[in-house]
Every structure is written in structure tokens, then in C-alpha cells.
């Protein structure tokens, strides 16, 4: 008598056909990620072969139209944009701390006053708040911004970025513990002396790295200074690309300023986004 052995499978999951291997969750990702790819190569396809490349070089990325942007790019339109972004973030810091101590004052008047700028300063649209600058003259006859083209550009950006900056420092001064202007007052300081001495240049250095994307926002915002009617020597980056632009009828122009914008912006923005991870490691 011969025995007779039967095979029997291995049973799977319930509800899983018979002899079919579940797919793990790891492999289901991977196979969800490689499609992701394929979609995503077939569409990049798609749209390269599409593009008319000789007529969007001719109109984008003409050589002779970009070299006749320089050195005017680097002398002229840059450095005015960073004289205008530059001085537009160290008013607004200042203003910004001014209205951030104003918050936080006991002083009901104070709060008011703060919560009032920081309110319709954050609200309004950047760019009526420069037409508002160019219309100074006539709502008030004979009065002038000082530094003329220069001080009405650091104006509109002192104004646009000081009401941003007041609540990040208000976060930043907050975020101080409350034992170290206790502890100045312990030792004979006075309130505004353990303020200046001890809380704001904690709070400074707390806030260094949204302050550092904030001053990425008002270089770009300084383009909103073509709406003063600058020309010539105040042109910044934006004006002198439009015009270069208009004058030989090339969007040329208008890329390489774009370019010019993202060199310098690019870096900030890392250095932003490292300060950052070094001082979330710090706490």
C-alpha cells in the first residue's frame, strides 16, 4: 500500500486569492513613487517637445539685447535696489521695535495706537501705499520726504515692512522668559535699561531668521518703486528691465532682471532657512 502525500498550500491573508502574495506596504510606496515618475517624465516630455524653442529664445534669451543691459544692470538698477531694500528693512526694524514696545506697553493709549498702524499698515496693498507717498505734495503743499527719490522709495518700504516686523518682534520680546527683566530689576536696572541691556537683544536674536525672509519680501516689494515714476539714476531692477524691455521690444530684458533678483534672493532665503535649524537645534 502506497502512502499518498497531498500538497497543501500555505493559507494567505483572509480575503487574499489563493497563491497571490500580499504587497507589503513599503512596496506599495514604491511602486506608487515609480508611476509618480513615469507621469511626471511623460508630461516634462510632452511640454519640451511642444515648445517652440527658436521663437522663445528670439523673444526671452537674445544674447546682444542682454549684454546691452550691462554694466548699467550691476551699477545702476541693482545697487539702487539694494539702497532702497536695504534702507527700507533698517527704518522698519526700527519702527517695527517702536510699535512691538508699544503693544506690549502697559499704557492702554500706547496699545491702541500700535494696533491701529499694525492693522491698516498689514492690510492695505503695498502698491496704494506708494501711490499714496507720490500724492504726498499734493495733499500737502510744500511739503517734501527727505532724500528725495531715495527717501520716498525707503518710505513706502519703511511703511510696508515696519507693520510685519512690529508683530514678529513683539513674538520675539514675548518669547523671552520673563525672569531675565525680573532679574535685571533685582540687580538696580531700571525697566527701559533691563529692556535695552538684556530683553531686546535676546529677542533680536530670536528673531533673526524671520527678519531675514522679511528683508527677502521688501527687496522684491522694491519694485513697487517704479509706481513713483523714478528714472534715470533711482531706476531699480523692475523700472530699468521695463524699459530696457519697451526700448528694443525684447522681453530679454525682463529675464535677466528676473535672474538678477533670484541670485541675490536665493542665498538670503538658505541663510534664512539655516539660521533657522541652527536655532531650533540650540533650544
Known sequence: MTDQSTT???????????????????????ISRAVQYVVLVVVAVFLLTRIEWGPLGQNFAK???????????????????????VGGFVFAFLLGLLFALMRLSSVRAYRWIAVAYIEIFRGLPAVLIFLFILFLPLALPGFEVPGGTYGQGILGLTIVGSAYMAETLR??????????????RSL????????????????????IPPTT????????DSSLVLFLGVSGEYVELTKFGNDMASTYANATPLLVVGVTYLLVTIPLGYLASRLEKRQMRGR
Open 8 to 30: 497543501a498550500e500555505s493559507p494567505g491573508p483572509a480575503g487574499a486569492p489563493p497563491g497571490r502574495a500580499k504587497l507589503s506596504p513599503r512596496k506599495k510606496q514604491q
Open 63 to 85: 544674447g546682444e539685447v542682454a549684454a546691452e543691459t550691462l554694466p548699467e544692470l550691476f551699477t545702476v538698477a541693482l545697487k539702487n535696489t539694494i539702497i532702497y531694500s
Open 171 to 184: 513674538a520675539g520680546l514675548q518669547a523671552v522668559p520673563k525672569g531675565q527683566l525680573e532679574a535685571a
Open 188 to 207: 538696580g536696572m531700571s525697566y527701559s535699561r533691563g529692556m535695552i541691556s538684556i530683553v531686546i537683544p535676546q529677542a533680536v536674536r530670536i528673531v
Open 213 to 220: 525672509n522679511q528683508f527677502v519680501s521688501l527687496l522684491k
